[in-house]
């Protein structure tokens, strides 16, 4: 959309202060001028004609603006049009019009102009003080809440999944004040998404979560009982599990590095962003042994290394020693760091042991600093890579990145490792999350049951 010249829009709003138009509506008069003046481009027509108003009018009737929106917009328009003629007169062809007194709202039955049209209509209710109080204490919640996150070391999807899912219960609420809400508002919004919107039971339960966290611990108010709420029906799940051969067809039409990511994520039983998150200093190789810190839920644990692609991990560890001398002779500022170590270690961010295993070939641009750092993997890139491997190998499975991590697991059970010990390599909580990969072995039958004391 077209922007108006500085000099024009400043014009502009001295002659509308000057006609005491009131300062909260100035904003919507800026808009409809804006929305004119991209009319008159794509259409070809001169922005100083009435003509070219009159068109305009007739445009936004045929969007079904309310007679208050064009009113507006016509007066807008018509100031635009005295500032273009000396005389600052009006002529006769234009429509005679004067400026609104008060704002009202928009009847239900109006239609704001569809964004495929370009001139998205001003929502007019927003003057209102009471709904310019509402939108001021939604967003400080939704800082503060933010604020609570990170305080708490969530990791940044969860902020990301708990904003969404909050906002979509403020839109659900027609934008009533955070202060005013309360359990039944949970409970229809709930009861909604399930019936109407037709979300899945993890949707359904990630929205009551977000809720509860922001009930909780922004607005200092407990939930109570949730009960007569339509819950989502929870399908049961078998994830998707590649065989060895479906594994090593995928890895074979994979190219460097991410073959070698395929094969740790598959390997050591990985979750995606845990893999591109390693650093030099996960890997004891002395040891055999591959450390996963901060992984889902902040928790720590080992796996160890597979043998067969030691040699491929050592050649890659070499590979980062290499960008390491290189962005040190070019004087980078060092890889990204999580949280505040960089305060607490000042030259963690350059030291090989705090590198990425997996890096990017280039060096980002820090925006607020101007520094050249470096980050890892992108994850889009890996799962774009998994993706046309898979198409290459003509694989008829739908897979992911977590296809690997859930094949691990499937392959050590048909291996008659115990459960428990999946759990641990997995990192799972739960030894019910865990159980799932039973689904995905079949039972063998044995044709003598013995008892324990004939072991």
Partial sequence: MLTIPPETLTRFVALLEKR???????????????????????????????????????????????????????????????????????PASAPAVSAPSTVE???????????????????????????????????????????????RHYSPKTLKSYSHWVQKFRGFRKDRAPSSLTTEDVKAFLSYLAVTCNVSASSQNQAFNALLFFFRHVLKNEFGELRDVVRAKRSR???????????????????????????????????????????????????GVLTIHDGKGKKDRTVPLPKVIIPELLAQLERVKTL??????????????????????????????????????????????????RY???????????????????????????TF?????????QANYDIRTIQELLGHTDVRTTMIYTHCVPSRTLKEMKSPLDF
Wanted: with cysteine; glycine share 2%.
């Fill in 105 to 151: 709202k928009a009847t239900p039955r109006s239609r704001p102009l569809s964004m495929a049209s370009g001139m998205p209509s001003p929502a007019l209710a927003v003057s209102d003080p009471a709904s310019s109080d509402v939108q001021t204490a939604w967003k400080q919640a939704i800082t503060d809440m933010a604020v609570v996150i990170k305080t």
């Fill in 405 to 413: 991590r859930h094949s691990f697991a499937t392959h050590l059970l």
């Fill in 20 to 90: 005491t138009v009131p300062s909260i509506q100035r904003n919507f008069y800026k808009k409809w001028l804006r929305y004119y003046l991209d009319f008159c481009a794509k259409y070809r027509l001169p922005d100083s004609s009435s003509k070219s108003l009159t068109q305009f009018l007739a445009k936004l009737r045929e969007k079904k603006q309310t007679d208050e929106q064009i009113k507006q917009a016509a007066h807008a328009v018509s100031v635009y049009l005295d500032l273009k003629r000396p005389s600052k007169t009006v």
């Fill in 237 to 287: 799940y078998i994830p998707v599990v590649l065989s060895r051969e479906e594994v090593n067809a995928v890895i074979r039409y994979l190219y460097p590095p991410y073959d070698l990511v395929v094969k740790t994520l598959y390997g050591c039983g990985l979750r995606l962003f845990e893999c591109l998150k390693l650093r030099v200093h996960n890997f004891n190789f002395d040891a």
């Fill in 324 to 373: 390491h001398e290189k962005d040190l002779s070019i004087g980078f500022s060092g890889v990204f760091l999580d949280h505040l170590l960089e305060k607490k270690y000042k030259n963690a961010a350059k030291d090989l042991v705090w590198q990425w295993f997996f890096a990017q070939k280039s060096l980002t641009i820090v925006e607020d600093t101007k520094e050249r750092r």
């Fill in 376 to 402: 890892h993997l992108n994850e889009r890139d890996v799962q774009r890579a998994i993706r046309a491997a898979v198409g290459r190998a003509k694989l008829t499975k739908r897979v992911s990145s977590h």
